[in-house]
């Protein structure tokens, strides 16, 4: 089983839309969750961290995450051209730094 | 300034070479990592360390040596590497908590290929 698991996609959404994106993860200790924003032949970006159950809102991202089920999710609300990029979950577990990110999951906003 | 710097941007290099990457973060923080990202697979971390000691070797080649002099400079020294080798280097800092991570910020990046 792969430590962080996402759905590589692509995610194809419409202009306007919500995006929605999953994340699964299989250290049960671990303590802090990120989702990052990757652009074609760039660097990832930290777009929302996350450390308590629940959810988190910043601008047009919402993040939840649910320990219990061992799961963290991303939404982008209103979704715009510019937001077409892979959205790589990651994880940083229980025993020191070790930041796991999943395989990314691709989306596409069509206008 | 942008927080993390990685040098050089893009790399070509033989088989036979040895060359370094560099990195330097002005963000204060006090670990600092590498990842090597090839086309269409996940970010996979190669090497850790926290306060200038190496906490983490994912099973990582002999031909990558990293070094970390201090705090705020990492570097990954190449040498022999093979035509598979080719990716993207990526370097990323953050504050080291135990128990809690914090996030990480990434540099740019190095476009290695190896001919």
Same mark, same amino acid.
């Given at each position: 089983q792969k430590e962080v698991e996402q759905n590589s996609g692509p995610l194809s959404v419409p202009e306007g839309a919500i995006a929605s994106l999953n994340c699964t993860y299989s250290?049960?200790?671990?303590?802090s969750f990120f989702w990052y924003r990757q652009y074609s032949g760039k660097s990832p970006e930290l777009i929302m961290s996350i450390y308590s159950n629940g959810d988190k809102e910043d601008g047009r991202f919402t993040a939840q995450l649910n320990k219990a089920s061992q799961y963290v999710s991303l939404l982008i609300r209103?979704?715009?051209?510019?937001?077409?990029a892979t959205y790589l979950c990651a994880v940083n577990q229980a025993a020191g730094n070790k930041l796991t990110f999943g395989g990314g999951t691709r989306v596409l906003v069509k206008p | 300034e942008t927080g993390v710097t990685q040098t050089p941007r893009h790399l070509v290099m033989g088989m036979t070479n040895k060359k370094s990457l560099k990195c330097e973060q002005h963000l204060g923080h006090n670990a600092m990592y590498w990842y090597k990202q090839s086309a269409k697979k996940p970010l996979e971390l190669m090497f850790v360390y926290s306060l200038e000691e190496?906490? @983490?070797?994912?099973?990582?080649?002999?031909?990558f040596s990293p070094e970390c002099p201090n705090s705020s400079h990492l570097f990954l020294h190449l040498h022999?590497?093979?035509? @598979?080798?080719?990716a993207l280097y990526l370097c990323a800092s953050s504050h080291s908590r135990p128990g809690t991570g914090a996030e990480a910020f990434f540099g740019q990046g190095t476009r290695l290929t190896v001919v």
């Open positions: 250290d049960r200790g671990s303590q209103d979704s715009q051209p510019s937001d077409s | 190496r906490v @983490e070797n994912n099973s990582v080649p002999s031909r022999t590497l093979q035509p @598979e080798d080719s």
